[in-house]
Each structure stands twice: as C-alpha cells, then as structure tokens.
C-alpha cells in the first residue's frame, strides 16, 4: 500500500517569496505519477503541477516547480513569487494506474 | 468547457436515512472517482467508474455505492447513514488517469 507523509501541517510565507513544501512517499509501484493539488477555501481541488516517476527533469508550471528524488522518494513542491492567492491545502499525491493517495495537507498562508 | 458539477452543494440528512449524490464530469472524460474528505481522515478513496463499470473500490463498508451511467455521469449513495458519514465528498473525472483529474466543488454532507 501506498504511504504519504507531508511534515508541515502548516506553513507561512510572505508575499514575494519562496517556499518549499516536503513530501515523501512509499510505494512498490515503479510506473507512477506525482501530483500536487491545491484546496484554496472554496474546497474545490485544483492541480498544480504533475510529474512523471520515469523522467529524471523535475517538472515546472510557471512559478511552481518540483525537486522529484526518485530514490529517496521524495517529491516537495517550490513556489517562487508567492501570491496572496496561493493560499490554500496543499496535497501531495502519488498514482499508480488505480487511485490518488493523498498526503494529510500542508496548510499554506501567503502574508501580505 | 464546463467543469466538474456536483450536486447539491449542501445537503443535511438525519442518521438512518440515505442520499444520493451526483457528479457531471467534463464532457468526453469516461473515468469518474469518488472520494471523502474529513477533518480525521483526509482524503480517502471511495470508487472509480470508467464506461459504467466500477474498475477500482477503496476500503469502505457496502453502505457505500455508486453507478455510472452512459452519459458517464455518476451518482453515488450512503444508506443508512451515520454520524461518521458527515464529510466533504468529491467528484473527479479524467479522460486518462495519468494526465490528472479535474475536481469538482464537492458535496458537503452533513448527517444530524
């Protein structure tokens, strides 16, 4: 069975800047896919950025971009230039050909 | 194109009845998931349909169903409710599983 572990049940960042969001994960599964979803306050899930387990180049999405450490398996998501709006639940979440496993959540607040 | 509608938005049920709720996917998406979301549990999978059939089903108690219909679009229902079963449940379709699901703005059940 899958496993994942997000170790900041929250974090703050001021607008402008950096932050990171750590997330590692367990699986027996060597195909999958790692997402990041966001839940801002109106609940609805939206995708953040997606990577592929068999490409080596981490993924980026404009101002969001991801350190994927396969062997450690390790997947924390970057956000550069935080904006107000980037304020919300994030989930990291891996998928093996079935279902989401979703980590427990970092609760993200962007300061102006 | 639309999103993900769920249905209804709100919904308060008393402890021993049961509900139904519905989810619309994008057009075109064939693979439909459900999942609970509680403050103590997180995210947990419930099932998966793709072309009206249940292809995948997480470790919930048979109270829990769900059909699809050839629309794709999907309904599910608790029965006999209970109080656990108060929780935020979300809709998610996908054309292909790999690609990432789009959420809809979930259902927020409350059982008194």
């Known amino acids: 069975a899958q496993t994942v572990t997000q170790s900041q049940p929250e974090m703050s960042v001021q607008e402008a800047e950096t932050v990171t969001l750590s997330c590692t994960y367990d699986?027996?599964?060597?195909?999958?896919?790692l997402f990041w979803y966001k839940q801002p306050p109106s609940r609805q899930m939206i995708l953040v950025i997606r990577?592929?387990?068999?490409?080596?180049q981490n993924a980026t999405e404009n101002r969001f971009s991801v350190n994927f450490q396969k062997a450690a398996k390790s997947f924390s998501l970057k956000i550069s230039d935080s904006q107000l709006g980037d304020t919300a639940m994030y989930f990291c979440?891996?998928?093996?050909?079935?279902?989401?496993?979703f980590g427990p959540g970092t609760r993200l607040s962007v300061l102006p | 194109k639309a999103g993900v509608t769920q249905t209804p938005r709100y919904l308060i049920k008393t402890r021993g009845q049961q509900v139904t709720l519905s989810c619309s996917p994008i057009s075109g998406h064939r693979s439909v998931s459900w999942y609970q979301q509680t403050p103590g549990q997180g995210l947990q999978f419930l099932f998966e349909?793709?072309?009206?059939?249940?292809?995948n089903k997480g470790n919930f108690p048979g109270r829990f169903s769900g059909r699809q219909f050839s629309n794709s679009r999907s309904e599910m229902n608790v029965s006999t409710l209970e109080l656990g079963d108060s929780a935020l449940y979300l809709c998610?379709?996908?054309?292909?599983?790999?690609?990432?699901?789009?959420f809809g703005s979930g259902t927020r059940l409350t059982v008194v």
């Open positions: 699986t027996s599964e060597n195909n999958y896919y």
């Open positions: 990577q592929e387990a068999y490409k080596q």
């Open positions: 998610a379709s996908s054309l292909e599983g790999a690609s990432g699901y789009t």
């Open positions: 979440a891996p998928w093996a050909g079935q279902n989401f496993v």
């Open positions: 349909y793709f072309s009206e059939t249940q292809r």
